[in-house]
Structures are given as structure tokens and as C-alpha cells.
């Protein structure tokens, strides 16, 4: 298993830490002195810094592009970061992973193989509790999904996988398509075990729900462009451009927003002595001529001009102007 653990390891070493039965300071001290690195030759790494160093700012934009994503259709905080980047065996992210769990396996065209992306259990059930009106609640205990939960998960797997295409646009010209969903690690055999991959981890923030995201990228998928990922520089320092996914996530949640309308029927002046002996059935006249159009405010701001009238039993306003721009403040 190397330095990978599994997820009964990870909950383990929680409960001790949280009963007291591992001292936190002392594995930082264990760490902090620890000056020897292991390396195995039998499995060198493939991948070299200048690659990671792209991974990274690929991933980076990825979690840009998923947080505007989830915040549009989630309609909750969402915080999104990458968390590592490690070179292990296939067999070791395998087994690393719970069962049953949400494992999205899709493709880069025109790269050949598959590739894997993983989400928690924890935070997927936190993503459909949220859209099924919830408080974004993940469930307590792992099991698998319902029929509803199924489809509603392959839907936004299908949409984060597009935004790989975003993410990559900039170094290769990729076409990502969601392939499948399997819940059973050990069903997903793409590569041989033994063989090198990239895991790269995201950590988000669902509301009060912290999940992982687990990307797996195998050498063998990314070798025929590793050359373009050691030449990658001009990206990591190009400003960030927002991308079409993104101004049409921002647009549909700005539509949604909600915002006043209010139609102005008239104003006057009056002095407070004339306040004071105001009785039932006084008469108090307005500004407002009667055969003139009624200004119309959205917000504060005044948008259209519109005569009253009724609408079956309801009171009504037709629209009968558009007020130009730059005239849209009290004349």
C-alpha cells in the first residue's frame, strides 16, 4: 500500500486523534525530523516536476470552473481546491478507495484509455440532498445509490467531466466523454495494477459538508503529451479568461435573481398641518395627470412607463414604454 490509505485506515487514525490516543504535535515533531526519503526503483516516477507543475495549474482552473459550476446549480457556498498530487500504482489508488463508492469513468479524445473520476460518498450524497431541497446533508453511513440518486449523480459527473475540456484547452485540445458510473472499485480495472498513475485530490466544501474528489490520470493516457505539459509556461502566467461554461453559469444564476417592481401612481407635498387633520374620506391629489403613463421601477431604477387597467378581477399594468438607457433615473 506505500504511504496510500485505505478509507477504514483514514476514520481509524481520526477516532484516535479525536480520543487522545495519538498526539498530534508528536507526529509533526516525527515528520519534521524524518530527512530520508524512500524511493523504489523497481517503480520510478514517471512523471517529473515540470509536469506536476502543470497538473497542478490545470487542476487549479478545473476547480474554478467546478466551484462556479456547483455554486450555480447547487445554489450553496461552494469551496473547491486541490488538496495533493501523488505517483502511485493503480492497484494502490484501488484500494485506497471505499465500497462501494462514486467512480466516473470517462475519456479524453483523441487520447487513448480511460480515465477516473472519483467522488466521496460523503459529498455526493451532500450534492443530492441539496438538490432535492435539502440542507446538503451527506448521508452517515456508505451504501449504494437508488435508482433517482443514480441518475441525478451521472448527470453531474457528466457535466464535471466537460469541464476537463475548459481546463485543458490551453495545453491540448481535448474532448472529454463521460463513459459510465461504477460503485465497485475493484469492477474498474482500466490499466493493469502495477502501472503508474497521477491521483490528484480536491477538497471541497459543501455548506457544512468537507468531500474529496479523486482524479486519476494514468501515465499511459498522458504519454503522448507529456512533452506538451513540460513545455507548458506561457499558461501558468496567462491572465485567467473566463470560459463559456462559466459567463452561461453566471448568467442563468443571475437571471434567477429576484428583484422589486413597483409602479409609481403619483406624490405630492403636504404640510404637517395638513397631516394632522387628514380624516376618512379627504381627498388628497396627486402630480400624476391621469391620461399619463405610470413610471415603472425595477430596483430603484426607472425601466419601463405603463397604463393601469384590470385583468379579469385583478389589477394590472400594461407596458406601453421602455425607458432609454441613461434615462433611467427620475427625471
Not at 106 to 115: A, D, S, V
Request: charged residues 25%; glycine residues 6%.
Amino acid at each position: 500500500m506505500g504511504d496510500v490509505l485505505s478509507q477504514a485506515e483514514i476514520d481509524a487514525l481520526l477516532s484516535a486523534l479525536s480520543e487522545g490516543q495519538v498526539d498530534a504535535e508528536e507526529m509533526k515533531e516525527s515528520k519534521a525530523h524524518k530527512k530520508v526519503r524512500v524511493y523504489d526503483f523497481k517503480r520510478p516516477n514517471k512523471f517529473s516536476k515540470d509536469h506536476m507543475h502543470t497538473l497542478q495549474n490545470i487542476h487549479d482552473n478545473f476547480c474554478r470552473a467546478l466551484t462556479t459550476y456547483l455554486s450555480a446549480h447547487l445554489h450553496s457556498v461552494i469551496e473547491t481546491r486541490v488538496l495533493s498530487m501523488e505517483q502511485i500504482t493503480y492497484d494502490e489508488f484501488i484500494r485506497s478507495l471505499p465500497n462501494p463508492t462514486i467512480l466516473g469513468i470517462f475519456t479524453l479524445e483523441p487520447l487513448e484509455g480511460t480515465l477516473l473520476l472519483e467522488i466521496s460518498p460523503a459529498l455526493a450524497f451532500a450534492i443530492i440532498d441539496l438538490i432535492l431541497g435539502g440542507l446538503g446533508q451527506g448521508g452517515e453511513k456508505n451504501r449504494d445509490l437508488t435508482e433517482i440518486e443514480r441518475t441525478i449523480i451521472e448527470r453531474r459527473l457528466s457535466q464535471m467531466v466537460a469541464l476537463f475540456g475548459e481546463s485543458w484547452a490551453e495545453v491540448y485540445a481535448t474532448h472529454p466523454h463521460f463513459v459510465a458510473l461504477e460503485t465497485n472499485p475493484q469492477f474498474t480495472q482500466i490499466i493493469a495494477p502495477n502501472e503508474m498513475v497521477m491521483l490528484v485530490t480536491l477538497q471541497i466544501s459543501v455548506g457544512e459538508t468537507v468531500g474529496m474528489i479523486n482524479v486519476c490520470l494514468p501515465y499511459l493516457v498522458l504519454e503522448p503529451i507529456l512533452d506538451k505539459l513540460s513545455s507548458f509556461l506561457l499558461f501558468a502566467a496567462q491572465a485567467k479568461v473566463s470560459s463559456a461554461v462559466e459567463v452561461e453559469a453566471i448568467r442563468r444564476q443571475i437571471e434567477r435573481a429576484k428583484v422589486d417592481l413597483h409602479v409609481l401612481l403619483g406624490q405630492t407635498q403636504i404640510s404637517v398641518r395638513e397631516l394632522v387633520d387628514l380624516a376618512p374620506g379627504d381627498v388628497i391629489p396627486l402630480d400624476q395627470e391621469v391620461e399619463a403613463p405610470l413610471p415603472v421601477f425595477v430596483g430603484a431604477f426607472r425601466k419601463f412607463r405603463g397604463v393601469p387597467g384590470l385583468h379579469g378581477e385583478h389589477l394590472a399594468l400594461k407596458l406601453t414604454e421602455v425607458v432609454e438607457e441613461g434615462r433611467d433615473q427620475d427625471e
